[in-house]
């Protein structure tokens, strides 16, 4: 998967404070960027639920401080542009960033604690059924596609795609309660463990909590947050 990015900002620039509509441009891509990073940290760690393996883990374990490294000088920078004379609606998209910051920062902490779920399942020899398995693969790539349209709606600032991506967090969340209903079946029907299916409800709270992020960040791009 390659090396360590950076933990550094790639875009933020302190030369572009005294044009502060440029600066905020900058904000964003790096906020989309911090973004991009934590939604591969989810998609790997699930991969690793999924078939085992410590390459992943190590990935998302590293990967990681790099989400929190930019969230801090993401809000330091932020910080440097409130001192500036903002018009309503870069003042708008500046609250805006500072609460996407936030959320993002979640989603890295919620992949960090899936990848330590996976560690968890291989050390204790926890494994799902078959549908089970399947899915969860399902409900991950919902999750998957509400971030992805939620960072596109963000490094936009459209309104329409954020209303998409809010539909999308819809559909996790009615998708998350079927796989509930599904599993309690399933324990009924002694086709799964008490012990896994704890873990598969745990994991699918781990799903849900990404997607309620996504949509905080959407809504507050619609403007109904």
């Not at 998302?60 to 018009?87: C, G, R």
């Not at 309503?88 to 899936?114: F, K, N, P, Q, W």
């Not at 409900?139 to 596109?152: E, F, G, H, P």
């Not at 799964?192 to 997607?211: D, H, M, V, W, Y």
């Amino acid at each position: 998967r390659g090396e360590i990015i950076s933990q550094k900002p790639v875009y933020l620039d302190d030369n572009m404070l005294a044009t502060p509509s440029l600066a905020l441009a900058l904000a964003v891509k790096e906020v989309v960027r911090m973004g991009q990073t934590a939604r591969q940290n989810v998609a790997t760690a699930m991969e690793a639920i999924d078939t085992y393996d410590e390459a992943k883990l190590k990935y998302v374990f590293e990967h990681e401080p790099v989400v929190d490294s930019l969230e801090e000088a993401i809000t330091v920078y932020l910080t440097k542009i409130s001192e500036t004379n903002l018009s309503d609606e870069l003042s708008r998209r500046h609250t805006g960033l500072l609460h996407a910051c936030y959320d993002i920062e979640r989603v890295g902490d919620h992949a960090e604690t899936l990848a330590k779920r996976a560690r968890t399942m291989h050390e204790d020899g926890i494994s799902f059924s078959p549908q089970a398995k399947e899915e969860l693969k399902v409900l991950c790539q919902k999750v998957l596609d509400a971030v992805d349209t939620t960072l596109n709606a963000l490094m936009m600032d459209d309104k329409e795609l954020a209303h998409t991506a809010v539909d999308k967090c819809r559909l996790v969340k009615a998708g998350q309660k079927q796989m509930r209903k599904n599993h309690i079946i399933r324990l009924n029907e002694k086709q799964c463990t008490p012990q896994a299916g704890f873990t598969l409800l745990e994991l699918l709270l781990n799903l849900k909590r990404i997607s309620d992020h996504s949509k905080n960040i959407a809504q507050l791009i619609e403007g109904t947050f």
